[in-house]
């Protein structure tokens, strides 16, 4: 797997993994992107398409079903792991700059 | 697309819609919309980079009241309605295929779905240019990925550029040997319009590759960055594709011109021929590609695909039978040379300007004379004329008398073609020439007059240099005088008028 490629997660692609930490369909997965973020983070077609290919390609998420042209995906073990990475990166940047800005807003 | 350049193109489409109605430019009731022919075709040429242009250019066209049907190469075609502000989005998608036109593979498919599913009507698949029209005022962007999208566009676009690259050089190596590696003297003026097509076509391609290498790493950096990508407007891009018209306007005419000056040396059916079977590869090529439109059922595509095919092979047919029967000028004499061999040669009765008789040289035991090549070449670089004719004795025997004529609009093709019949490969090994003196060329009324000085002794050569003009010419029976060089080149210079 090259994780290499996957090192820091851009916003679109953890929002997504995020999503399919439930089984979705590739369409709802954009509805469920923008309930997590409160409607803040859109992932346009184009882009979830284009992440979702990348995605099985490196084995982040596995395909469940087929249901005429539908598919759903969910996140594998190996998405897991990434995803928790991230989350603790994101979190200790958030703990090292509350150290410094102390939790007020810039 | 940042939301200023959104809400940029939405002022300029609703000043063009209010425009529009207050000039009365567009059709306005329904009555009006009936009289008019319902479908528009516009030719505009657009790079597959330019996807905000053409974005642009279709909500440009919808707010005069027409709206975007399909694109056909570089025919936009429109059908006929009433002014409406519409959103477009063009997309480059880089699993559909770029030879199989508007068909969609499963992939492309599934990315169409999506996009679907958000709002965004598909409209058509051309190569791997997709063309999508909003069917909810608040469809979300198709990328709002940058990096991503920079990464489809690059992709989209690597196998076409590779291609393109592969035909600048092809093209620049023809170019190279025709101007500066052919041994054939006279071929420069011979292949001069193709040339010129060849280097306005490289300059086409070099100008699209380096448009595209300067989007795409200037965008890379702004993807890098997270800034969205930035496309050439409309009005830039509509200004450098006036020139790309003009040079494809120019370049087919070249083209046209080279294929009419080949009609005479290649003949009308072999064009015919040709053109019909450049129709059968094309019709076979939508046939490989057009698998799921046959799964869908467009019954009449599939039978129009058809009926090119049978049309093709028909015109070929025609063309092979007509080609094996046609002998054209030509005659089959039969004789008995000195051994008491019998002889079948096919002679022509073509009419070439100088003959052995022309020069009053009289040819004894002559039964019969054949003009092998005749070749006329008009080109940018100035007019040419080969000319081989043979003369059979009875005793079995062959003369031969060859002359080029060339009338060069360049001293410096003159100079090169002047050069390769002194040095070029195919005299240098058997001749070496030798120039005439000051007194000899005043006889000869040329510039410079060359003769060969060794090798067959029973070859006579001249070659002289007029202004503006070359004459070569050999034969192997009796030495030119300067009577008849004077006589060979009046007879020429109308033949090349």
């Known amino acids: 797997m090259s994780r290499e490629k996957f090192q820091t997660l851009s916003e679109p692609m953890y929002y997504i993994l995020l999503a399919l930490l439930q089984e979705q369909c590739g369409v709802d997965i954009m509805a469920r992107v923008q309930d997590i973020s409160n409607g803040r983070v859109q992932v346009g077609p184009g882009t979830l398409y284009a992440l979702i290919g990348k995605f099985l390609e490196n084995h982040l998420i596995r395909e469940t079903k087929v249901e005429g042209r539908k598919r759903s995906y969910i996140i594998t073990e190996d998405g897991k792991d990434l995803l928790r990475k991230e989350y603790q990166r994101l979190r200790l940047m958030v703990r090292e700059g509350d150290s410094l800005l102390g939790g007020d807003p810039v | ?66 709206f975007f049907v399909r694109r056909c190469g570089a025919i936009y075609i429109f059908e006929r309605g009433l002014p409406a502000r519409k959103r477009y989005y063009v997309d480059l998608f880089d699993k559909s295929s770029n030879i199989g036109g508007d068909f969609i593979n499963e992939d492309t498919r599934e990315y169409i779905e999506y996009c679907q599913e958000c709002g965004w009507k598909h409209l058509q698949t051309s190569g791997k240019m997709q063309f999508f029209i909003a069917e909810k005022e608040d469809a979300p962007l198709i990328h709002t990925d ?88 409309g009005k830039s891009v509509k200004r450098i594709g006036r020139v790309m018209q003009l040079i494809c306007i120019v370049l087919v005419l070249l083209l046209l011109l080279e294929i009419i000056m080949l009609l005479p040396q290649i003949g009308r059916l072999t064009c015919f021929g040709i053109l019909a079977a450049a129709v059968v590869a094309w019709s076979c090529i939508q046939l490989l590609f057009s698998g799921n439109r046959i799964k869908k059922g467009s019954g009449w595509r599939v039978l129009g695909i058809i009926a090119i095919l049978v049309f093709s092979i028909a015109v070929l047919t025609v063309f092979l039978i007509v080609g094996f029967c046609h002998k054209e000028n030509e005659e089959i004499i039969q004789y008995y040379d000195a051994e008491g061999d019998f002889v079948a040669e096919s002679i022509s009765h073509e009419q070439i300007p100088v003959t052995f008789q022309s020069m009053g040289i009289e040819l004894e035991h002559i039964v019969a004379d054949s003009t092998d090549q005749w070749q006329k070449s008009v080109s940018v670089f100035g007019t040419s004329a080969d000319y081989s004719q043979c003369y059979y004795g009875d005793h079995g025997d062959t003369f031969h008398l060859d002359y080029t004529i060339a009338n060069c609009r360049f001293g410096w093709v003159q100079n090169r073609i002047v050069d390769l019949y002194l040095n070029g490969a195919i005299y240098s090994n058997e001749w070496s020439f030798l120039e005439a003196t000051s007194a000899e060329r005043k006889l000869w009324d040329a510039r410079k007059v060359y003769a060969v000085t060794s090798g067959e002794s029973d070859q006579y050569v001249r070659l002289v240099v007029y202004d503006q003009m070359v004459l070569y010419i050999e034969n192997d029976y009796s030495d030119f005088t300067p009577e008849m060089i004077r006589q060979i080149r009046e007879n020429l210079t109308s033949e090349l008028k």
């Open chain 2, 1 to 66: 697309m940042t939301q200023r350049i959104r809400e940029e193109r939405k002022t300029d489409v609703e000043w063009e819609l209010q425009n529009s109605i207050i000039e009365g430019k567009c059709i306005q009731t329904e009555c009006e919309l009936s009289i008019k022919p319902k479908k528009v075709r516009k030719w505009r040429l657009f790079s597959n980079i330019d996807l905000l242009a053409v974005q642009e250019y279709l909500e440009e066209m919808a707010a005069k009241g027409l």
């Open chain 2, 146 to 233: 940058p990096k991503l999208q920079l990464q489809m566009i690059r992709k989209s676009l690597r196998v076409e550029n590779l291609c393109w690259l592969l035909v600048v050089f092809l093209y620049g190596f023809n170019f190279w040997n025709i101007l500066f590696s052919s041994d054939w003297p006279t071929g420069i003026i011979e292949n001069g319009n193709v040339s010129m097509s060849f280097v306005l076509l490289g300059i086409l391609v070099l100008f699209q590759l380096i448009r595209c290498y300067r989007f795409y790493f200037r965008n890379k950096k702004r993807a890098d960055a997270g800034e969205s990508l930035q496309f050439s407007s």
